[in-house]
Nanobody, 129 residues
């Protein structure tokens, strides 16, 4: 089964920046969409942050992060990235990456996200004032 390993999180002041990375093993990522998801403390569901299709030509971004977060992928390195800028307190959460054989539009639907499996440990992003 595929394995996701997220890194790059940390403690950052509001307005700051971070770059998250994810490496995927035991999966031919070229055939999958990839996405970043997050779950805040106390939240019962993960929400989509940004997703990118297998060719990188179709990107979905959650409204609250548009213009602040940029997703990219490197299939040769089996890696996914999230550039995060102008971070706010509301961005505090554990961030996860995931691969899925579906359109990026599923990232807008928490009920579909909940059906995905094989989640990694995630990486914690904590934004302070």
């Amino acid at each position: 089964q595929e394995k996701m390993v997220e890194s790059g999180g940390g403690l950052v002041q509001a307005g700051g920046s971070l770059r998250l990375s994810c490496t995927v093993s035991d999966l031919n990522v070229e055939g999958y969409s990839l996405g970043w998801f997050r779950q805040a403390a106390g939240a019962t569901e993960r929400e989509g942050v940004a997703c990118i299709d297998k060719n990188g030509g179709n990107i979905w971004t959650e409204d609250s992060v548009k213009g602040r977060m940029t997703i990219s992928r490197d299939n040769a390195k089996k890696s996914l990235y999230l550039e995060m800028e102008s971070l706010t307190l509301e961005d505090t959460a554990t961030y996860f990456c995931q691969a899925f054989p579906m359109p990026t539009s599923i990232c807008a639907h928490k009920t579909i996200i909940a059906t995905l499996y094989g989640w990694g440990q995630g990486t914690l992003v904590a934004v302070t004032s």
